[in-house]
């Protein structure tokens, strides 16, 4: 189980989480995404390599905005994410928010 702490709050997701550089390049930290993450309000399976399931997460980075930021996470067997992608959100995946109403 993974226990990830961050100054204000700590995470147990029960599985390990890896990060590649391309998640950082945009700024977001990854107490951010991780919140985004656990907390997401849309979300969607989308095309990634073959024996992993890829999903683009949609979500605050924090309680106290009203901004979201878009996270990808690579869902590989048995219980590992590796979280490659997250920016502030772009109208590619703005449509997740309202996806169900």
């Known amino acids: 189980m993974t226990l990830y702490c961050s100054r204000i709050s700590c995470y147990n997701i029960g599985m390990g989480v890896?990060?590649?550089?391309?998640?950082?390049?945009?700024?977001?930290?990854?107490?951010?995404?991780?919140?985004?993450?656990m907390n997401y309000e849309g979300s969607a399976e989308i095309e990634g390599e073959q024996g992993e399931t890829t999903i683009v997460y949609i979500g605050h980075p924090h309680a106290?905005?009203?901004r979201y930021i878009e996270v990808?996470?690579?869902?590989r067997v048995p219980r590992t994410?590796?979280?490659?992608?997250?920016?502030?959100?772009?109208?590619?995946f703005r449509h997740l928010l309202h996806e169900g109403e």
């Open 18 to 37: 890896e990060w590649t550089r391309s998640a950082e390049k945009h700024g977001v930290s990854r107490e951010d995404a991780l919140y985004a993450l």
């Open 64 to 66: 106290q905005t009203d």
């Open 72 to 75: 990808i996470a690579a869902h």
């Open 81 to 92: 994410i590796v979280i490659f992608h997250a920016m502030p959100l772009t109208d590619l």
